[in-house]
Every structure is written in C-alpha cells, then in structure tokens.
T-cell receptor, first 115, second 111 residues
C-alpha cells in the first residue's frame, strides 16, 4: 500500500470562504481521486485528478466549486470554494496504480465544518 | 446506471460470533470487488478483495465469496472481536478505475 497524507486533518470555516485540502502520496501513482463523505453516508466521487490536465468531474460537481490541481504524480489539491454549511463533510483523497495494480487506497480524510 | 446494494445497514453481534455482510451489484461487467473497513475518524482501509475469476478468498478471520451468476458477493468475519467494530463498505469495479460503493454496514461487536 501507499502512505497517503492529507492536510489539514480538520478545519472549521466561515460561510463564503474557501479551503484548499492537500493530498501527498509517498510514491508515484497512476490516478488520484477526491471523494466526499457526508455524515453517516457512503463515499461519493467528486472528480478524478488528472496529472497535467483538467480534472474529470462527476455529475453534480463543477470546477468552479471544487477546483482541483495535480501538478505531479504524488500530489493533488482540492479547493472547496464559497463554502456553505451544506459543504460540511469529510473529504478523502484516494489513489490507484501502485505497482501497476488497480487497488484503491484512501487518505485519512479532512473533516470540514462550515458555520 | 451502475448500482451496489449493501445489507444490512447495521449489524450487532456478540463477541466470538460470525458476521456476514452482503452486496449485490448491477453491472455484469464488474470484475473486481474490494471491501473496506472505516473506523471512526479515519479513511477507509482495504481489508480484502476478490476478482471475478475466483469464487472465494480467505485471510485469517475474514473471507469474501463471489457468486457471479447471481451478482452477489459477501464478507464473512469469524470469531468477531470488539476491534472489528467499524463501518464496512463493499465496492464493485468494471474495467475502469471508477468504484461504485455500497451504502455501508455499521458493525458493532458486543463484548
């Protein structure tokens, strides 16, 4: 497996502000993803972070609200823009492609509370 | 679209008993089925997986079975311990990297 870290681990933010979450992997991976997990719910894929190009967003998620960067094969950021209380969730990054496998490994998550 | 149903949503067992969680998938092209354990305040952890060319896989106290005809797969935990208490998610993947997750099962092992 890979060692995946996320920063911050948690934050409390004011409505209307933005927060950027970082995801760092200790080895190069093929693909990186961002998920949202609302309290007591399953995982919902926000987007696939593509290295060197624009992210691929799932239905219901748009770049203006969730801009994503992936400058290299080990790092990605997700920004939650113009936050509202409905954005309060756990945000998780995940990776696949370690050693050519399709197993997916998750980071520890970022717990976001918007007041 | 693709869908994965997971049952039960909550499960309480006595320590030492077995626990079984079941998932049903809709996409017959699905060929990889992982199970994740998520403890409170942590990210999901891959605990076992099975591919479509295998009917059963075992790793110590946990096992996964797959019935491709019925599009069912199940997680079996034997001799449960309090540290098995967590939320468990199944997932199905069909050829791409897009994972379809089940709705989760909250397992509580009573000491």
């Amino acid at each position: 497996s890979a060692v995946i870290s996320q920063k911050p681990s948690r934050d409390i933010c004011q409505r209307g502000t933005s927060l950027t979450i970082q995801c760092q992997v200790d080895s190069q991976v093929t693909m990186m993803f961002w998920y949202r997990q609302q309290p007591g719910q399953s995982l919902t894929l926000i987007a696939t972070a593509n290295q060197g190009s624009e992210a691929t967003y799932e239905s219901g998620f748009v770049i203006d609200k969730f801009p994503i960067s992936r400058p290299n094969l080990t790092f990605s950021t997700l920004t939650v823009s113009n936050m509202s209380p409905e954005d309060s969730s756990i945000y998780l990054c995940s990776v696949t492609g370690l050693a050519g496998t399709d197993e997916q490994f998750f980071g520890p998550g970022t717990r976001l509370t918007v007041l | 679209g693709e869908n994965v149903e997971q049952h039960p949503s909550t499960l309480s067992v006595q320590e030492g008993d077995s626990a079984v969680i079941k998932c049903t998938y809709s996409d017959s092209a699905s060929n990889y089925f992982p199970w994740y354990k998520q403890e409170l305040g942590k990210g999901p952890q891959l605990i076992i997986d099975i591919r479509s060319n295998v009917g059963e896989k075992k790793d110590q106290r946990i096992a996964v079975t797959l019935n491709k005809t019925a599009k069912h797969f199940s997680l079996h935990i034997t001799e449960t311990q309090p540290e098995d208490s967590a939320v468990y998610f199944c997932a199905a993947i069909s050829g791409t990297y897009k994972y379809i997750f089940g709705t989760g099962t909250r397992l509580k092992v009573l000491a």
